[in-house]
C-alpha cells in the first residue's frame, strides 16, 4: 500500500519535471526533447507500477473509485501523449501547453481517497477492460488535438506567437488535429459498442439513457458533427479549434463530471 | 423535378442540421420521461432520407468505397433499430422457488409487431444464492434453473450476472430484486385438497424493516396483513453472508382484529377455510428482454468500423505536415 503511493508520487513528480522542462524550453526557444521524453517515460513506468501493484493487491481493475479513475485516466492520456510526442517531432512543443493541463488532474488526483471501492459483479467482466481502454485512446487522441488547437487559438490571440513558431502552419496544424479527432471518433465508436455488450450481459440491455451513456453519445454525435462539419464548410482553423475544445469539454465531463456526480460510473446498473 | 427534390435531400449542409436536430432530441430524452423512441424517430428519418439521397447522388460516395460502406452501415442501423422498435419486449417478473414460469409478466413495454412467444417459454426456478460482503455489497448470483428446450429435453443451468438463459428469443437475466416468499396452504370450506401458494414480500436487504405484506386469500374475502420476524440474521454488515431462506423465523398474521403468531406446520381456521403456513422459500426477480437485432446490429456495427477503418488509411496516407511551410509560411 505504502508503496502504491510512493511510486504513484514519485511517478507525478517526473510529469512535473516533464511538464515545466517543457514550458522553460518553449520560453527560452530551447528544445530538450530526449529530456522531456524521458521524464515522461519514467513516470509512466512509475505510475504504472504503482497502479499494477493495486490492482494486484485488491484483484480489481483501477475503475471504481474516483482516485482509481483519475490516476488511469492520467496514466492513458500520458501514455497516449508520450507516443505522439515519441512519433511526431514537429509537434513536440505542445508538451507545454498540454502537460500543465494534466497538473490540474494531478493535483485533483492527490487531494482523493483512496481507500478500495467494492467491485460489483456486473463489473466482473474483460468487456469492462475492453470498454475503458478504448475509452482512454479516444481521449488520450483528443487530449493531442487539444494541444494543436490551443496552440492555433495562442497564436491566434497573438500570445506566445514566435515561440511556437516551430511548429507547422494553422492548416496543417489543424489537419494533423483532425487526424487525432478522427482517431478519437473510431475509439470512442468501439468503446460505446464494447459498453454495450459489456450492458445487454450484465443488465440485459445493451441501451438505456443512464447518465454516463447519455453524456459520452453526445460527446460522439457532436464529434461526428465536428468531422462533418470540416468536410463540408472548411471551417478556419480558429473554428475547427473551439470545436476541438467543445469535443474535449463534453468527453471530459463524461468521463470525470458524471461518475463523480454518481457513486458508481454507471448509476443505477450495479 | 423529383430528381431535383432528391438532389437537394442529399445536401451535407442539411445533414449538418439534422445532427443539431438529433442532439437536441438526444437532450430531451435525457431530460423527459418521454418516449425515446417517438423523440428520435424524427431525426433518424431525415437521416435515412438525407443519407439514402446523398448515397445515390453524391461522387464521394462513388469514389471512396470505406466510407460508402459505412454510411451503409449506419442506414441499416437505422433501419434495424426501427424493427428492433416495433418488435422488442422488456420484462420484469418474479418467480418462488420450485415453481414453474407461468408466461405472466409483472410490468413490461413491447413494440407493436412483438411475436408473444412467451408462451414457449418453459422453465422451473430452483435454489438460488447471493454472496454477500462485508458491508451488505451484493457479490455473484447463482440461479439454478431447469428449463425446456424446443425438443422438450430437460437442462439443467446456473445462471447469473453475465450469464442470461435463452429460450425461445428471450433472455431471461436475475436482477438484485429478490426476497421471500411464505408460502401456505389453502383449504376452503368443503373441499378436500388444498391449494398451495406463495406471497411475495418486498425486496429484502432492501426493504428489510417492511417485510409485510396486506393480502387477500384467492377465492375468499378473507384479508390478512403478514410480517415475517427472522429469528437469526440473514446477512451480517461484518462479515460475508449468503442470501437464502433462514431457518429460524416465523409470521406475524393480524385480521378481523386479531394477531397471531405463526410458524412453519401452524395453521389458522377461517369461516371460509383453513390456511397452513408450510414454509418460507425465496422468490428472484428477472428481466427479460426480446430483440432478435441483437446480433445484426453488432454486425452492422463491426462493418462500420471496419469501413471507417479502412477509409481513413486511405485518406490519410499523405502526411503533408512533415513537408515544409515554404508554400504557406508559418503562422496564421
Ligand atoms: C450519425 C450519422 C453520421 C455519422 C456518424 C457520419 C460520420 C461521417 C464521418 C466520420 C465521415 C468522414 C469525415 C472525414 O473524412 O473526415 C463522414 C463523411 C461523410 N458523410 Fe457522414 N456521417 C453521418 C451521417 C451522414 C449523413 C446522414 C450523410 C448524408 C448526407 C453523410 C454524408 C457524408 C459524406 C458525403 C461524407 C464525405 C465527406 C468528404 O469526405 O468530403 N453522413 N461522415
Same mark, same amino acid.
Given at each position: ?8 508520487? &514519485? ?10 522542462? &517543457? ?6 526557444? =530551447?528544445?530538450?526533447? =530526449? ?26 481493475? *483501477? ?8 490516476? /488511469? ?8 501523449? /508520450?507516443?505522439?510526442? @515519441?512519433?511526431? =517531432? ?9 502537460? *500543465? ?61 514566435? =515561440?511556437? /513558431?516551430?511548429? *507547422? ?12 479527432? &478522427? ?14 455488450? @459489456? ?9 438505456? @439513457? ?9 460527446? @460522439? ?15 478556419? *482553423? ?23 456526480? /454518481? ?8 | ?20 436536430? #438529433? ?23 431525415? #437521416? ?20 460508402? $460502406? ?57 435454489? #438460488? ?37 435463452? +429460450? ?33 414480500? !418486498?425486496?429484502? !436487504? ?11 386469500? !384467492? ?23 449468503? #442470501? ?49 437485432? +441483437? ?6 456495427? $463491426? ?30
Amino acid at each position: 500500500m505504502e508503496h502504491e503511493i510512493q511510486l504513484l508520487w &514519485a511517478g507525478i513528480v517526473m510529469y512535473v519535471l516533464a511538464g515545466s522542462l &517543457a514550458i522553460v524550453a518553449v520560453v527560452l526557444n =530551447k528544445r530538450p526533447e =530526449k529530456t522531456i521524453l524521458g521524464l515522461l517515460c519514467l513516470g509512466l513506468l512509475l505510475h504504472g507500477l504503482s497502479i499494477g501493484l493495486r490492482w494486484v493487491r485488491l484483484e480489481q481493475g *483501477p475503475y471504481l473509485t474516483m482516485h482509481e479513475i483519475l490516476s /488511469s485516466g492520467i496514466f492513458g492520456l500520458l501514455f497516449m501523449f /508520450s507516443i505522439a510526442y @515519441w512519433r511526431i =517531432k514537429p509537434i513536440r512543443p505542445i508538451a507545454a501547453v498540454i502537460l *500543465p493541463l494534466l497538473f490540474i488532474m494531478m493535483g485533483w488526483l492527490v487531494l482523493t481517497d483512496t481507500a478500495p471501492g467494492h467491485l460489483p459483479p456486473t463489473y466482473d467482466t474483460t468487456w469492462l477492460v475492453i470498454h475503458i481502454m478504448f475509452g482512454k485512446v479516444f481521449l488520450g487522441a483528443v487530449l493531442i488535438a487539444v494541444g494543436m488547437a490551443l496552440v492555433i487559438l495562442l497564436r491566434r490571440f497573438g500570445l506566445w506567437e514566435e =515561440k511556437f /513558431s516551430g511548429l *507547422p502552419n494553422d492548416r496543417r496544424l489543424d489537419d494533423l488535429a483532425y487526424r487525432f479527432m &478522427a482517431i478519437g471518433f473510431i475509439f470512442e465508436t468501439l468503446m460505446l459498442i464494447a459498453g454495450a455488450i @459489456w450492458a445487454q450481459d450484465a443488465w440485459g440491455r445493451y441501451w438505456a @439513457w443512464d447518465p454516463l451513456e447519455t453524456w459520452s453519445f453526445i460527446t @460522439w454525435v457532436v464529434l461526428a458533427f465536428a468531422l462533418h462539419l470540416r468536410v463540408t464548410l472548411k471551417p478556419a *482553423p480558429v473554428r475547427g479549434a473551439v470545436l476541438i475544445l467543445t469535443v474535449f469539454g463534453l468527453a471530459f465531463l463524461t468521463f470525470y463530471g458524471v461518475p463523480f456526480l /454518481s457513486k458508481v460510473p454507471h448509476q443505477g446498473a450495479i | 423535378m423529383l430528381a431535383r427534390w432528391w438532389t437537394s435531400l442529399a445536401s451535407l449542409k442539411l445533414t449538418l442540421v439534422i445532427f443539431i436536430l #438529433f442532439l437536441l432530441s438526444v437532450v430531451l430524452v435525457y431530460i423527459s420521461e418521454l418516449s425515446p423512441g417517438w423523440i428520435l424517430a424524427l431525426p433518424f428519418l431525415l #437521416f435515412a432520407l438525407n443519407l439514402s439521397a446523398a448515397i445515390t447522388t453524391n461522387p464521394k460516395f462513388r469514389r471512396q468505397t470505406g466510407l460508402l $460502406v459505412f454510411h451503409l452501415a449506419l442506414l441499416t442501423l437505422v433501419l434495424l433499430l426501427a424493427a428492433s422498435r416495433l418488435s422488442y419486449l422488456k420484462g420484469s417478473l418474479e418467480i418462488t422457488e420450485d415453481e414453474a414460469f407461468d408466461g405472466l409478466l409483472t410490468d413490461y413495454e413491447a413494440g407493436p409487431l412483438h411475436p408473444w412467444h412467451l408462451d414457449e417459454v418453459h422453465f422451473t426456478q430452483l435454489t #438460488f444464492t447471493i454472496d454477500y460482503d462485508p458491508g451488505l455489497n451484493r457479490g455473484r448470483t447463482r440461479s439454478e434453473v431447469l428449463w425446456l428446450d424446443e425438443n422438450g429435453q430437460p437442462h439443467e443451468s446456473i445462471i447469473g450476472d453475465h450469464h442470461a438463459l435463452i +429460450i425461445a428469443g428471450y433472455r431471461f437475466y436475475t436482477t438484485h430484486n429478490k426476497g421471500f416468499a411464505p408460502t401456505f396452504a389453502w383449504l376452503p370450506k368443503g373441499a378436500s385438497t388444498p391449494q398451495q401458494g406463495s406471497i411475495h414480500l !418486498p425486496a429484502y !436487504p432492501a426493504h428489510e424493516f417492511q417485510q409485510a405484506l396486506d393480502w387477500t386469500i !384467492p377465492g375468499s374475502r378473507q384479508r390478512i396483513w403478514t410480517q415475517l420476524v427472522l429469528e437469526q440474521t440473514v446477512l451480517d454488515e461484518n462479515r460475508p453472508s449468503i #442470501f437464502r431462506a433462514p431457518e429460524r423465523y416465523h409470521l406475524v398474521m393480524r385480521f378481523d382484529g386479531q394477531r397471531r403468531e405463526l410458524h412453519p406446520g401452524e395453521s389458522l381456521q377461517f369461516d371460509e377455510g383453513r390456511l397452513t403456513f408450510v414454509g418460507l422459500k425465496t422468490w428472484m426477480g428477472y428481466q427479460v428482454f426480446y430483440d432478435w437485432t +441483437i446480433p445484426w446490429l453488432l454486425g452492422a456495427c $463491426v462493418v462500420a468500423i471496419l469501413a471507417l477503418g479502412w477509409h481513413y488509411r486511405q485518406k490519410w496516407a499523405a502526411r503533408p505536415w512533415l513537408a515544409g511551410d515554404e508554400d504557406e509560411g508559418t503562422g496564421r
